[in-house]
């Protein structure tokens, strides 16, 4: 749509655009007098932009609780700024006929308010009321539509609160996908969801009904109070008050853990979650309706299908969901916001860059979003998941196919892994991916990607040296890695160094049970009795030991890597913290929660880097003996977290500096621990080193499908 404005209308329409859109342009007048929204009929075929949802604005709140409005009460309630966008578009440009809402045609009321010029809703797509829009519906804990005679009669919420106020656990669908919710004070309640979700130490998400409540259980500095509030409502982790409201045991289900200190709050981002904190009048926790590993349910047969009988009860509407969203989630990092989880409200985010060309970067297996390169102008999705997951699978094909007109005509970017590559390509059946064929397939190796997409986000010219952190990715050299530095010159990452590389025996299983890694480092040590001693520690039957043992000394089924992230987790086994990892990220969350708490580091010894060959490595054996040596019962565990995190800290900064670099980029998910790039920042900036890591993007694998664009960008002008 092309807005053209006469005299004072486009400074309104200005104002009007929310300060964080992703894809508003103002178009100079061809007159003076007139102001149109001209019809996307006719003009050429556009896939780009696609914009995400935005959070109810004031206006709407406003009229949401006025008796007296024709919209009170109504829990689709929108208008031009806010409402369903990225969710319920099928096609772009954003017209009613390319959304879910197709099938509901406005009323008399609703099209006079469309076209009017003076009003809020003047050409809002999105518009609806009470008597022509989707409609909320109660069904029991089977599924079914009471048969009561008045049932027809009774308010789907109220219903929905009254059980809640009960104990219950309800699956609440909202503008982007389902949610399961119950009460956050409510114990029982939590322990009942934990175990719908076969999460123990793993936290949820907590829907606060107000800011003033969130201040009385978190502390919040006044920029997460505008990320809270603004037109993305993200989850935003925050430090757990000591005075919290919360019982504490509440507050303990609700973080995951009893040495978590940060929740993730969230506040009611559309109509539906509003009207229903508002009746309950306190907080609960809110999480995703789906299986472990499956991706956000969003159809009301499938939450029916997979949930009935183990939730009491569904409040559902009859809008469509086309591309379901998990909520975004951010943190506050050295005084900038990071995004941790691309989804709702900032997904898909269109970018305008230099360069151009005709690209679609498929992403990683993990996390995977996927990107899109149109000439000078590249849109990244929100995360779709993991793509072990057959749904996240069609999710991933859907919207390629949405994003993609012609694939003849557009470079494949793909991971470097053979069994990592784009799936979508993979399906002869029916698939035009596989059919017509894309005019170009450039794999990418993974940790490039990491590198290019933080140097895309800052704009790093200047040569600088890039570390990439994570838990694994197949390498160049056909190995395993993930603690590597790059020096980037002229646009073509050089690979100079890495972690010292160890086994990981029984590969996957390593990745699940830390205490593997543990064991590997200290076999590499050569420490026989921390060794046993360690053994012992873990609690384990002799014969699991044993045949671990015997993996390390044949290195069978021990594939080699070089992985930061993996190390971590070794470290916070050592220190008895977590010995098997509940969900990805746990044990290394434990490690950073100990430093945290620490109320100084102890004395360890430096990670230190050795030359070998032409690569340089950064050897951990000194400092994994001193931390097996440590008798912990008697040193807090706290301090050596803490030393643990500086020494890896200053390792970057030496590093940096013995290669001349004056600037360091970091990403990949181990700075995701926001302890680390803290500490990073200011061992860096007391060497006059700069240091930028990602904020708009996420560090872990979900910026891949970026990295992976912005690779192929560089190998362009370099050709050019």
């Known amino acids: 749509r092309d807005v053209e404005r006469s005299r004072g209308l486009g400074d309104v329409y200005k104002r009007q655009v929310p300060q964080d859109a992703t894809a508003a342009e103002i178009f100079e007048p061809e007159s003076d007098s007139v102001f149109k929204i001209a019809s996307s009929v006719g003009i050429p075929a556009q896939r780009l932009p696609l914009v995400p949802d935005r959070a109810i604005c004031a206006e709407c709140r406003e009229e949401l609780a006025d008796s007296t409005n024709r919209r009170y009460g109504y829990p689709f309630i929108s208008c031009a700024c806010c409402g369903p966008r990225f969710s319920i578009a099928t096609l772009a440009p954003f017209d009613r006929e390319r959304t879910t809402l197709a099938s509901f045609p406005p009323c008399a009321a609703c099209v006079d308010e469309y076209e009017s010029l003076t009003n809020r809703r003047y050409h809002a797509q999105t518009i609806s009321c009470r008597e022509c829009g989707p409609q909320l519906k109660w069904l029991d804990a089977q599924g079914i ?106 507050m303990g289900v609700a973080t995951g853990a009893a040495d978590n200190p940060r929740v993730g709050a969230m506040l009611p981002a559309c109509a539906t979650h509003l009207l229903l904190l508002s009746a309950l009048a306190e907080p609960v926790v809110m999480t995703s309706l789906n299986r472990y590993g499956a991706p956000l349910i969003s159809r009301n047969e499938v939450a029916i299908e997979q949930f009935s009988s183990a939730v009491d009860g569904f409040l559902l509407h009859d809008l469509d969901i086309h591309f379901a969203q998990d909520d975004s989630i951010v943190q506050q990092v050295a005084g900038r916001m990071m995004v941790l989880r691309r989804g709702r409200g900032y997904a898909p985010e269109t970018l305008n860059i230099r360069g151009s060309g005709q690209a679609v970067a498929a992403g990683a297996w993990l996390k995977n979003s996927v990107a899109l390169l149109q000439q000078s102008q590249m849109v990244v999705s929100h995360q779709l998941g993991d793509l072990d997951s057959v749904d996240v699978l069609e999710r991933q094909r859907d919207l390629v196919n949405t994003l993609v007109a012609s694939p003849a005509t557009v470079t494949l970017l793909e991971e470097l892994h053979p069994d990592m590559a784009a799936p979508f390509k993979q399906n002869p059946d029916q698939d035009r991916f596989s059919q017509e064929g894309f005019s170009e397939v450039m794999p990418v190796q993974h940790h490039v990607a990491h590198a290019s997409a933080v140097k895309l986000e800052h704009g790093v010219d200047e040569p600088h040296l890039a570390i990439v952190w994570d838990g694994l990715g ?109 969900f990805e990220g746990d044990a290394a969350s434990a490690l950073q929660y100990a430093a945290e708490r620490a109320d100084r580091k102890a004395r360890l010894p430096p990670l230190s880097w050795q030359r070998v060959d032409e690569q340089w490595q950064l050897d951990w054996r000194p400092l994994v003996q001193a931390v097996a040596q440590t008798p912990w019962q008697k040193v807090p565990v706290e301090r050596a977290a803490l030393a643990i995190h500086k020494r890896l800290a200053e390792a970057i900064v030496e590093i940096t500096e013995r290669l001349a670099f004056s600037v360091v980029t970091l990403s990949g998910g181990c700075f995701q621990n926001r302890l680390l790039v803290e500490l990073v920042k200011q061992a860096a900036e007391r060497r006059n080193i700069h240091c930028y890591w990602p904020q708009r993007f996420s560090p872990n694998d979900s910026s891949i499908a970026l990295g992976q664009i912005a690779y192929h960008l560089d190998q362009r002008q370099t050709r050019e």
């Not at 027809?152 to 109220?158: G, V, Y």
């Not at 949610?179 to 979700?197: D, E, F």
Request: glycine share 8%; hydrophobic share 45%.
């Open 145 to 250: 539509a009471s048969g009561e005679p008045d049932a027809s009669r009774q308010d789907p919420m109220a219903v929905a609160v009254s059980i809640l106020r009960g104990g219950g656990v309800v699956a609440i669908k909202a503008v982007s996908g389902f949610h399961l919710v119950a009460l956050a004070a409510n114990t029982s309640a939590l322990a009942r969801l934990g175990q719908l979700k076969n999460r123990h130490r793993k936290p949820f998400a907590v829907m606060f009904p107000s800011l003033d409540a969130v201040h009385a259980n978190c502390h919040l500095s006044s920029a997460e109070a505008q990320w809270l509030t603004g037109p993305a409502a993200p989850i935003v982790l925050l430090d757990i008050r000591v005075d919290s409201h919360f019982a504490v045991a509440a």
């Open 474 to 582: 197949y390498g160049a050299d056909g190995s395993w890695w993930g603690g590597e530095c790059f020096e980037m010159i002229d646009r073509e990452p050089r690979h100079r160094g890495q972690f010292r590389p160890f086994l990981l025996p029984g590969g996957v299983a390593a990745v699940r049970q830390n205490s593997r890694v543990a064991l590997s480092l200290l076999f590499q040590v050569d420490d026989e009795r921390r060794l046993a001693v360690f053994s012992k520690q873990l609690a384990e039957n002799q014969q699991s030991l044993h045949g671990i043992r015997q993996l390390l000394e044949k290195q069978l089924a021990s594939p080699i890597c070089s992985s930061a992230g993996r190390f971590i987790e070794g470290c916070a086994s050592l220190l008895g913290l977590v010995h098997q990892n509940e």
